[in-house]
């Protein structure tokens, strides 16, 4: 079983920074894209960035320029730097794994979707 653990959320004022990271363990051999999604009081789950196992990143408009999101493959974390935070970043932060190749009683096969339990991320104005 695959499971994401997320951490480095927090109070931080406007302007300040955090680091989100987000481990995966289990019975890992690769997995495909990790990404960062939020998901605010009274509104959707959106995409905050996306990161291929080969580097490839994607990022919310809302998000450019402040937000760098990276990985360590060997580690199978993902890592959210975020600078120049502004209160409307605040939100539960969820890490997601789109497709991990792991192992089983049947051999290795490739399992989907796997999110993380949240991060509360708040910052004050």
């Known amino acids: 079983q695959v499971q994401l653990v997320e951490s480095g959320g927090g109070l931080v004022q406007a302007g300040g920074s955090l680091r989100l990271s987000c481990a995966a363990s289990g019975s890992i051999f690769t997995i495909d894209t990790m990404g960062w999604y939020r998901q605010a009081p009274g509104k959707q789950r959106e995409l905050v960035a996306t990161?291929?196992?080969?580097?490839?990143?994607m990022y919310a408009d809302s998000v450019k320029g402040r937000f760098t999101i990276s990985r360590d493959n060997a580690k199978n974390t993902v890592y959210l730097q975020m600078n120049s935070l502004k209160p409307e970043d605040t939100a539960v932060y969820y890490c997601n794994a789109d497709r991990v190749l792991t192992s089983g009683s049947w051999g290795p096969h490739w399992e989907f979707d796997y999110w993380g339990q949240g991060t509360q991320v708040t910052v004050s104005s």
């Open positions: 990161i291929t196992s080969g580097g490839s990143t």
